[in-house]
């Protein structure tokens, strides 16, 4: 059963139907057509991130028909979203700016060769190779002219569909992404979303015209495997025990005991391959929502995160009730009083020696970014057809990075992780990582 699923998949064709650029409903002020990154999306990363959403088609009706008409419905819903997301429907201007010319948002429509349940149902599941002919195949670095968001509308023969969106990281985070899915579902649905995206990040936060910030060297340039692991409750329940000491004050929680036993599970991996001789110490980089502190509004639209680093400098702190407290300590310091720092004096001071210390992140230390979508409600968006089978958030063209969604049911999590080659061959075969997940089953 296995060969025939891997035969199959092998024979995926994912062919193009259409394209086109929607347009907003509504033009874009003159007094809004350019619009300014704040630092903190200076800061970030130059690269797309594909979010695919997958439903099945439970309509009864003419299949031809219902394809024809859910596209269109798509369509209308997303030119209306854009009127208030106006910056999507932009292109890059520069570093430090988005033109919001009203070009649009690229919309390719795909036709999939298959039947959705037998993509999601063989097992294992498809790997991030055949997924990524679900991302529009121009989701590469981005430059001058590019645009800020795009959509595949890929339809299985089935009449089921993956709607994967791309959005360029130098402008949107996680929960933009979700606040912009909400508005879209509910334009679908002919209803209102009444939580309105608000701007106040360029003028919290403001640009610092003389910073240059390119991704570094490594960044996308390194061969990688990603691989899929899962998590289910009963294999976080046995983390979260197992994290736990006399001493805790805080239960830890699932991202941190996933996080944990992924970094740790890296570092070894790492340490093996060094020959046992690694003098540079691990560090865990984890984004954290700086939303709801202070004035920083919960539908603030734009990068309103920060990295914060955990450290372990030797293989032999791989304690797990020490990497679990090195990660709360971590979390726990983006606070308020962080909060006031960045907009304070201090502020430039800390944005430079963070940008100077990611440059040469991979010459001083073994690095690991970690990012997550749980708590986002990403599996409650029903464009009117039902809500989602399975959310897909991988195909970052990152190594040494981790991104974390939860599983449709049973409270369980799913981990994307890249790693290089020979990084993954020790990783994923490490017996304590496969003491608690289960690599790539089936999502259906």
Known sequence: MVDEAADSLDKLVVQTASEENILPSSPTPDHLRIFKLSVLDQIIFNF??????FYLNNNTSDLSSVILNRSKILKHALSKTLSRFYPLAGKIKDTHHIECNDEGVYYIQTQVNTHLTDFLGQSPGPGNEILSLLVPQNAKESAKGSYVLMIQENVFSCGGVAICACINHKYVDGDTYTLFLRHWVAA??????????????PTLFPQISSLNFPNPDWFGKSEFVSQRFVFDSSHLAALKSKAMSSTSETAPTRFEVVAALLWKCYAKAAYKLSNNSLEKPFVLGMLINLRGKNCIPKNAVGNL?????????????LDDNFIVSQIQKSKAEINDDFFEVLKGDTGLATILHYTEMIMKSQEVCFPLLITSMCNMGVYEHDFGEGKPTWFYYGNVNLVNFISLCETRVGGGLEAVVSLKKEEMAIFENDPELLAFTTLNPAPL
Do not use: H, N
């Open 48 to 53: 797309y991130i594909p979010l695919t959403l």
């Open 305 to 317: 995160v920060w990295t914060g680093l955990a450290e372990c400098k030797l293989v032999t702190d």
């Open 188 to 201: 679908a649905r002919g209803s209102a979303e009444t939580t309105y995206p608000s701007f106040p990040a």
